[in-house]
């Protein structure tokens, strides 16, 4: 049984790298190739989506489709780096990948162009400062020590020996900005003639703030030349944070800003919430469980599977849940599962909700598992997260089956060790009636009372006034035995 999801296996043996992706994304990389050949001179695209959307995963796969295209490549993880204190000196690093590149028409010209950029690169480098105030400690070597600091730094000499030496250093480094995109630019030519270097670089959302910024601006005023694509996948919001933290103003506009380095932005279409939901169904094993023989042979479980992906479906469809949010809710459920036994009900659909309340909404799982809310209160609060799922009748259905579950069974809670003698009711018959606590809900229908047979014939509100939500709050929170 998986309880986490492994990183998937990307084939380089010039194979189908898509072939295990289960998000059907292979269409995009075609796409986003198509635009890469087409702008071969060179430019900057992000890869704008939220963090969990599967980003590292699709690069990683484009990009050994690039390569069994012929392209070459290079990849640089910018969260596992910026530990780096120059970005400069990180970036020309992975360059150093090219001159092993596969089928290099002139591998000497290529390694004499590396060693070029390398050489170019130390003059932009190189702090000049330490070694203008070792010169003037040789210069003032007989002063006294302890007066020596002041003198450098008061005396009109110096500071104008400092100024000459620093002007000098400034023209040196803008003669050599030239000389390195030169130099730069010959490497490319000798590495590829016709495709450009797609240069990928991930996780540059996830940096230090001030290491995010300086990639950004290393990139754009140091690696502009032609014949290289630079491929940023980025969170544009998270990115656009760092960017007003570093400049320390949040009325800066970070769009704007980000614009002046990205020239094409491309956005992953979100994978359909059904085939997410079949594919971590199977991949986390639940038929294991939920599709062994005697349950699968009992009318009473007989639509387990099917409750379970349709209404997780609906659930990560309405809420916008992204890749990795959906496969932490199965992982739960997954291992929630070791606790029942065979013969227990699990009731699907109020599971996953539950446990899509606990890793996304812990506020609310906390109100149901301390009961600080009155029945209405709690149905009022579910109804804002399931009345996205209004917009299909399947969507509402399976909604207010949630809800008048979960109505029952959190109000069969004790309070002060005693159970209410009253009983929870949907009916509008009942309104008013003293021992029916008369509930509503946001995702009943025009006829309520028909949605409530409904649910009843499903076998969905099974025992309403036996089964208690702790019954499904124990075994997702691990209180209760796991079964081998």
């Known amino acids: 049984m998986k309880i986490k999801h492994q990183e998937i296996v ?78 400069l000196v990180a970036l020309i690093s992975e360059l150093e990948e090219l001159k092993d590149a596969d089928k290099l028409a002139n591998p000497e010209a290529v390694e004499n162009a590396y060693k070029s950029v390398v050489k170019k690169a130390a003059l932009l480098t190189k702090k000049v400062g330490p070694g203008i105030i070792r010169a003037a ?27 000459e030496a620093e002007i000098t250093s400034y023209t040196k480094r803008k003669e050599g900005l030239k000389e390195f995109r030169g130099s730069l630019e010959l490497l490319v030519k000798n590495v590829t003639s016709k495709k450009p270097v797609v240069f990928f670089i991930d996780e540059l959302d996830r940096c230090r703030p001030t290491y995010s910024v300086e990639v950004l601006e290393t990139v754009k005023h140091l690696f502009s030349v032609p014949g290289i694509v630079f491929v940023l996948s980025i969170d544009k919001e998270q990115l656009g944070h760092a960017v007003k933290g570093v400049y320390g103003s949040e009325g800066l506009n970070s769009d704007e800003y980000l614009r002046r380095f ?26 294991q469980f939920i599709e062994e023989t005697n349950r699968i042979g009992s009318s009473s479980f007989r639509d387990d599977k099917i409750n379970f992906i349709n209404f997780a479906a609906l659930l990560f469809h309405s809420e916008k849940i992204n890749f990795r949010q959906a496969e932490k809710i199965f992982a739960i459920a997954r291992v929630a599962l070791k606790t029942f036994k065979q013969n227990n009900f699990i009731f699907p659909d109020l599971l996953i909700f539950l446990i899509f309340l606990k890793v996304l909404n812990p506020k609310v799982y906390l109100g149901i598992l301390n009961k600080t809310y009155t029945v209405q209160e709690l149905i009022d609060e579910i109804d804002r997260f399931l009345i996205g799922m209004a917009s299909s009748d399947d969507g509402k259905y399976f909604g207010f089956a949630i809800v008048v579950q979960l109505a029952h069974y959190y109000h069969n809670f004790k309070v002060d060790g005693i159970y209410s003698t009253q009983q929870i009711s949907f009916n509008r018959e009942d309104k008013g009636i003293q021992d029916k606590i008369f509930i509503t809900s946001k995702l009943e229908s025009s006829d309520a009372n028909k949605d409530l047979k409904r649910i009843n014939a499903n076998g969905w509100a099974h025992n309403p006034n036996r089964v208690k939500i702790d019954y499904l709050m124990n075994k997702i929170d691990l209180l209760d035995p796991v079964i081998f």
């Open 262 to 287: 990205i020239d094409v932005e491309y956005n992953l279409p979100k994978p359909d919430s059904r085939q997410v939901s079949e594919y971590l169904y199977q991949y986390f094993g639940f038929a």
């Open 137 to 163: 400690f040789k210069k003032y070597a007989d002063t006294d020590s302890e007066d020596l600091l002041k003198i450098i730094e008061g005396t009109s000499e110096v500071a104008l020996e400092t100024l």
């Open 10 to 87: 990307v084939p380089n043996d010039g194979t189908d790298p898509f072939i295990n992706c289960k998000l059907d994304r292979r269409d995009y990389a075609n796409i986003l190739t198509d635009i890469v050949s087409t702008y071969a001179d060179g430019f900057v695209m992000a890869l704008n989506n939220e963090w969990g959307a599967g980003k590292t995963t699709f690069v990683k796969m484009w990009r050994q489709s690039l390569k069994n295209e012929g392209y070459k490549t290079l990849y640089y993880n910018a969260w596992e780096n910026d530990f780096e204190k120059d970005v």
